[in-house]
């Protein structure tokens, strides 16, 4: 089995930072691209930022040079480091990741659970 947990969410003020950590565990033999989504009450779940397995990076126009994704592959981590925060970021953040595991011939998404930030004053 495997599993992603997210963590790092919290209440933070407007221009303020966090710091989400996303750990995978389990049966995995490799990991390809992953990424963190949010989602806000009444709305769809959006890409927020994208790294391969190369390290190549992508991310949401309205998070663009305040965002940064990295990821560990040692440590099966990926971080979303937030800068410059607004209230418009307030959503709940799900890391997601394209895992090949032990126990199937195909690779295949999973999802975190979630970890909630709130920016507010």
């Known amino acids: 089995q495997v599993q992603l947990v997210e963590s790092g969410g919290s209440l933070v003020q407007p221009g303020g930072s966090l710091r989400l950590s996303c750990a995978a565990s389990g049966m995995i033999l490799s990991i390809g691209a992953m990424g963190w989504y949010r989602q806000a009450p009444g709305k769809q779940r959006e890409l927020v930022a994208r790294i391969t397995s190369s390290s190549s990076t992508n991310y949401a126009d309205s998070v663009k040079g305040r965002f940064t994704i990295s990821r560990d592959n040692a440590k099966k981590m990926v971080y979303l480091q937030m800068n410059s925060l607004k209230p418009e970021d307030t959503a709940v953040y799900y890391c997601?990741?394209?895992?090949?595991?032990?126990?199937?011939?195909?690779?295949?998404?999973?999802w975190g659970q979630g970890t909630q930030v709130t920016v507010s004053s």
């Open positions: 997601n990741g394209i895992i090949k595991s032990a126990l199937l011939t195909y690779a295949r998404d999973y």
